[in-house]
């Protein structure tokens, strides 16, 4: 069940968000072949690292991707004030931009970040759909994500990735295997058991996509399975885009986990609770 304050929440109009192009972010199943689509099933059924998760409490991550400046004026502040911390997944390429559906964060919002103790992600720097990239390609991206990051935040190290679009293929979760920490995906599922490293699974926190009660389920089934639960999302805004989550439902999460007893933390410290080095 749902507190009180949380489901006074209104459920605002969303705007009609505008026609994304190919590269802009949160159309995270842009197939452009059906053999695109197999790649990447195939890709995510295939794991190449391991590791078992047994935890004594739930844990749940939030993890905003691209990241809009709402995800860091907004999202990274309402954390706080829970004292959690998020993941913010950078695409290099598009700092400080205007994009159609949002301005991303310029490099003061991410050595903010990193000074609170959110965690700095890795999101390809050209944010371009894994079929697009052969594998020299993507590595010489990935490199490229990697140096603009650590040119802002001197000292990041052993960083996690965000596949952009969730689009995966074999070649690029094995190059990631070497070059991350560890991937997220877009696909839907409560990490526990056994966890692929190179594509943990993660819902969509939106208010277009995800009504309280489903919520309720997913922070209810986290707890009772001592499982990971990872969320993503991009803005932050009373009206998002449909992509993203107002201040509201980001509160309603963050409420139901401690009530739940459930830790919030970065992607970053869950593999460290989990026991991944
Ligand atoms: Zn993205």
Redesign the pocket.
């Known amino acids: 069940m749902l507190a009180d304050h949380e489901t006074r929440i209104q459920r605002r109009p969303i705007p009609p968000a505008a026609a994304l192009s190919p590269f802009d972010?949160g159309d995270d199943a842009t197939f452009r072949r059906l053999s695109d689509r197999l790649v990447h099933t195939i890709a995510r059924r295939v794991p190449f690292r391991t590791a078992a998760i047994k935890l004594d409490r739930p844990i749940v991550s939030f993890s905003f991707?691209?990241f809009p400046a709402s995800a860091h004026e907004t999202g990274a502040r309402i954390l706080q004030d829970h004292d959690a911390q998020g993941t913010f997944?950078a695409?290099s390429g598009l700092i400080g931009q205007k994009r159609a559906l949002w301005t991303i964060a310029g490099a003061d919002a991410i050595r903010d970040l990193h000074d609170h103790g959110h965690e700095i992600g890795l999101?390809t720097h050209s944010?371009r759909p894994s079929f697009l990239m052969g594998r020299r390609q993507f590595g010489a991206d990935l490199a490229a994500n990697r140096a603009a990051l650590r040119r802002i935040l001197p000292d990041l190290a052993h960083e996690t990735f965000?596949y952009?679009?969730g689009l995966s293929t074999l070649s690029q979760k094995r190059t990631l295997g070497r070059l991350a920490r560890a991937s997220r995906s877009v696909q839907r599922g409560l990490n526990v058991g056994k966890l692929d490293l190179d594509f943990i699974r993660a819902y969509e926190l939106t208010d277009r996509g995800l009504s309280l009660d489903e919520l309720t389920q997913l922070l209810d089934d986290a707890a009772a399975r001592n499982g990971w639960l990872v969320f993503l999302t991009h803005d932050i805004a009373d009206r998002p885009t449909r992509f993203g989550a107002s201040p509201a439902l980001l509160t309603a999460a963050l409420l139901g986990a401690a009530r739940r007893g459930m830790d919030v933390l970065s992607i970053r410290d869950a593999l460290t609770r989990i026991g991944v080095s």
């Open positions: 972010d991707d691209d997944y695409a999101h944010h965000a952009p679009f």
